[in-house]
């Protein structure tokens, strides 16, 4: 990077422009791959029991409809936990984003803080702690988006996705990070017309992350300023 970045609530402040100098810094890239894909079965034959991974582990479930006929309708499909995704924008009109690498697409992921809900908890609370354990920043509360959450693929899918936005309280309070162990990613600040930006310009291919942008903006009318 040719110049110092700014910092705001501890996080950098990165522009658009800045943005691949950044993550060539922080050597936030494409993992080398070394071995797969392999099909679960035959991994699970081969190595050792690893419990982490296996929370991970779709559950695919086969579930019996009848049609508008009366006919049986034999669907497959599959359970993981649902998620969380969190759209804040703070003082200055800035919004936290994370950067790491996603093995289901083998690209650096550009995406708003979250994550899986695998406890099962309230998904107003897991989302409250995703954000502040991501980004460091308190949230006063968190308002919900999406009250029965929202399918990324409805036909194979039976988990969903809860979206909200977080709200900051006054004073911003701001606490160390807290990433869970293997988790290596970079947080960052982005103003809103380079997130958008970002997002036209296909430099997001996290549909969550874009999904709650949109319900986010909407809900705050954004789109009728």
Known sequence: MTKLLAKKFGLPIVDI????????EKKLKKWR???????????????????????FVPQIEVVTFSNP???PFVGVRNRTADGVVVFTILPGN???????????AEEVSINLPGGGNFSGKNPHSQAKKEFEQETGVILKSVTELS????SNDARSNANRTYY????????LRVIPRKLDKGEFLETFLISIEDW????????????????ATFLALQQLRYFKR
């Open 17 to 24: 422009n800045e943005l691949a100098g950044f993550l060539k």
């Open 33 to 55: 791959r070394i071995s797969g894909p392999t099909l679960i079965d035959s991994y699970l034959k081969k190595e050792e029991l690893n419990l982490n991974i296996l929370r």
């Open 69 to 71: 006929e009366n006919h």
């Open 94 to 104: 800035y919004i936290p984003v994370c950067a790491e690498f996603k093995h289901g």
């Open 147 to 150: 009250s029965k959450g929202i």
């Open 164 to 171: 909200f936005i977080g709200n900051v309280s006054n004073p």
């Open 196 to 211: 958008l930006k970002l997002i036209g310009n296909n430099g997001v291919i996290d549909g969550q992350s874009v999904i």
